[in-house]
């Protein structure tokens, strides 16, 4: 195989994905997947061609790319005992990971050549590997070689344990596939065909072996008959078979560019969707789904009956999740600069940003699984409501210290629903800039307003919103201000928490506390990088609808460009038609469907954005009252995009995951407080991002030690970052 580095815009060939029709998926780089193993509670561990090993999770954000290898990964076995993966890291040494402990154990590939397969023993005390010399060695726990086996005049291509661990199959170029005991005794041997057979799987009860040759063909052996059934539908070499959990289904998968569905000998279906090898496939999901994984540098979701449900590409910052419909799904801000769709309309493609608020879509992965499809696809919306065109002019006006801007949006036939104006990030309210008018002129607005300078560095930009959500940006226009800074700047910390609901099966027990826990340790840590800390707070039955208006309408009131905004809200949070809200102490438990009193996502865009500080961090921890959490997650990342803030945010499934009593904080809380007394500091400062990167790596930690589950925060560096601490 050929190592793939793709650092021109990989793009999708036809019939590939229902967005093919106008809007091509892209991305600027990639590596073709080599293999990957199945583990245990939805996570898969992935092998890359660039040499490494990338281990995720179909049910979350997970993600962890293990420490760089020099030889191609060909092979990971999985042991559930003590939860190991093994794979070869060079010619000398193999590698084995504890996904529980995080730690690496290596055993000297000592008398033998590279390792193309492993396997664990159904007990997981012993590691099989077959080499390029046609040996068979068995390591012990401690890395001890126990049998060397001289099993092929060939290279082993693929060997594997049966379950019930009476014996272990190997495959080699010498076209034979060869039964073992456990102790190294040859049970068998079965001569294939003049070729090389590339692989192998066993049945769960383990009378049936499935192997693959390079002549395209899929033979069924009957191990104790010994009969021999070809299963010919591929046109070229095979790279891998799979049996389904209850041996009913088997799966093949090919250099021909497809995945072969069997049942009973017969071809069933065939899945095509890879512009490349596919080196493997597997059952998950129960069974009712098919993940594949090629050299197109791409894994797949397919159903049984060859329907494409979602589409990974790993990188080494994340992956990037999207479906037929043009749906995506990313796990960090940093890859949207990777993934965009370019048309032969547009060369230089749409960003992500532009169909943000209607095709994000937070853990798409699984929902995925469950759709039945027939949405409207990304490219069908963009042909029947386009986003509007967007122009940006800027007039400084060095003598007041402002910058008059003016923008032009024009209909491009999805209307006109919304217009935004950014400074260095920030949204802008339309409602406290200085002079704003808009003015229709035939199917344009123009737009007309005022901003003041800051000292440095100034960038502007506008964003229009079509009737149907698309949202187009002009390029953004930079002016450096010879400003001098202003001689005292304020953090403003507005803290909003909520223990003690209307009833009691709302209550919580540290939200208060976790607000007072913050304002101490921001304004111990604010002292000396801002002339002066002012806190305002809004707890229990202050925080009503109105009360938490008045808190941002006294910060807008006194706070200026220069200074700096952090908001902590604590208590509950719920979804109702597609907006995120947060309850509010005139929340009725008595009357859940009733949201009037709570505080939405776009009362708290308009409110943010009213406040002229530029460096703004909101921080939401809050659990689920009963709402969709996906939808609560993409409404935040909503909120964080058109706000341009920072944001941080913990909104979990569960009541229970919320809190620790061990701890005496939210699990949020916690992270904040650790990182605020020092621990996120990065270059002699603690900052908005380094605040961020420390609480995404703290959390998940703190939950899997004190909670016992898995616990993701999302984070978001839309805004401008700011030094909290020096």
């Keep these: 195989m050929v190592l793939r580095f793709l650092f021109v815009w990989v793009l999708l060939q036809n019939s590939i994905f229902a967005v093919e029709s106008l809007l091509h998926p892209s991305w600027k780089e990639s590596s073709g997947i080599t293999t990957f193993s199945d583990l245990r509670g939805g996570r898969i561990a992935t092998g890359l061609e660039n040499k490494t090993v990338v281990i995720w999770s179909l049910k979350g954000r997970f993600f962890r790319v293990l420490q760089a290898n020099t030889s191609i990964v060909s092979s990971i076995a999985y042991s559930p005992f003590g939860e190991r993966i093994a794979y070869q890291a060079d010619d000398s040494k193999i590698r084995i990971y504890s996904l529980d402990t995080d730690e690496f154990q290596e055993i000297a590939n000592t008398g033998g050549g590279s390792i193309a397969a492993f396997d664990f023993s159904p007990d997981g005390k012993f590691l099989a590997g077959g080499d390029e ?53 040859m049970l068998n041997e079965y001569v294939l065909h003049n070729g090389s057979v590339l692989c192998l799987s066993i049945s769960p009860d383990a009378k049936r072996i499935a192997a693959g040759g390079d002549d395209g063909k899929v033979r069924l052996v009957d191990v104790q008959a010994g009969k021999i059934v070809p299963l010919i539908g591929h046109t070229s070499s095979v790279h891998s078979t799979s049996f389904s959990s209850d041996g009913t289904y088997l799966l093949s998968s090919s250099e ?7 049942k009973e000998g017969k071809e069933i279906s065939v899945l095509k969707g890879h512009t490349d090898t596919v080196n493997r496939a597997v059952f998950i999901n129960g069974g009712k789904n098919v993940l594949t994984g090629s050299d197109d540098g791409t894994q797949k979701i397919f159903d049984l009956k060859g329907n494409l449900k979602t589409n990974i590409v790993l990188t080494d910052k994340g992956k990037i999740v999207f479906n037929p419909s043009g749906r995506f799904d990313y796990d960090s801000e940093t890859l949207e600069s990777y993934f965009f769709f370019n048309s032969e309309e547009s060369p230089e493609g749409f960003g992500l940003e532009t169909f943000f608020n ?5 853990e798409l992965i699984q929902t995925s699984l469950s759709e039945i499809g027939g949405e409207q696809t990304l490219s069908e919306l963009y042909r029947s409501s386009p986003p509007p065109k967007v122009q940006i002019q800027i007039q400084p006006d060095p003598n007041t210290d402002s910058a008059s801007i003016q923008g032009t949006v024009c209909d491009a036939g999805g209307g006109i629903e919304d217009v935004y104006a950014y400074h260095n990030g920030s949204l802008i309210s339309k409602e406290n800039s200085r002079s704003v008018r808009m003015i229709r002129t035939g199917n344009c607005l123009q737009v007309m307003f005022k901003s003041a300078l800051l000292p440095g560095s100034n960038s502007f930009r506008i964003g229009a919103e079509s009737k149907a959500g698309l949202v187009a940006y002009s390029e953004t226009k930079n002016y450096q201000s010879l400003r001098k800074s202003a001689s005292k700047t304020t953090l403003h910390l507005v803290l909003i928490a909520i223990d003690d609901y209307p009833g009691s099966s709302m209550d919580l027990k540290y939200a208060v506390k976790d607000a007072t826990a913050i304002m101490k340790k921001v304004s111990s840590a604010g002292d000396g990088t801002f002339d002066k800390v002012v806190a305002y707070t809004a707890y229990n039955g202050q925080a009503t609808k109105s009360g938490i208006e008045e808190l941002f309408q006294k910060v807008a009131r006194s706070s200026g460009p220069e200074d700096a905004l952090l908001v902590f809200i604590a208590g509950h949070g719920t979804e109702k038609s597609g907006n995120f809200f947060f ?54 990342s909503s909120f964080a995009k058109t706000a341009g803030v920072c944001v941080i945010a913990s909104t979990l499934e569960k009541e229970e995951a919320y ?11 916690t992270a904040l407080l650790e990182g605020l007394e020092g621990k996120a500091r990065t270059n002699g400062k603690i900052t908005a991002a380094s605040l961020i990167s ?8 703190l939950a899997k030690t004190v909670l016992k589950k898995e616990q993701y925060p999302y984070s978001s560096q839309r805004g401008r970052d700011f030094t909290l601490n020096e």
Excluded: M
């Design 256 to 262: 021909d560019l497809t995945v072969r569905l069997w």
């Design 358 to 362: 209607r095709f994000y879509s937070p």
């Design 583 to 636: 309850l509010t102490s005139s929340y009725r438990v008595d009357t859940p469907e009733d949201v009037r009193s709570g505080f939405s996502q776009q009362e708290f865009i308009s409110s943010i954005s009213k406040i002229p500080a530029t460096r703004k961090l909101i921080i939401f921890d809050t659990c689920d009252s009963g709402g969709e959490w996906i939808t609560q997650f993409k409404d935040i």
């Design 694 to 701: 420390y609480v995404n790596l703290r959390v998940p930690e």
């Design 659 to 669: 809190e620790s009593s061990e701890l005496a904080h939210g699990i949020l809380t």
């Design 133 to 185: 010399n046609g040996k068979i060695r068995i390591w012990d726990s401690k890395g001890e070689i126990v049998e060397s086996i001289s099993a092929h005049d060939g290279p082993v291509t693929d060997l594997k344990y049966a379950s019930n661990a009476k014996y272990i199959a190997s495959t080699a170029e010498d076209g034979k596939l060869r039964i073992w005991s456990p102790s190294g005794k």
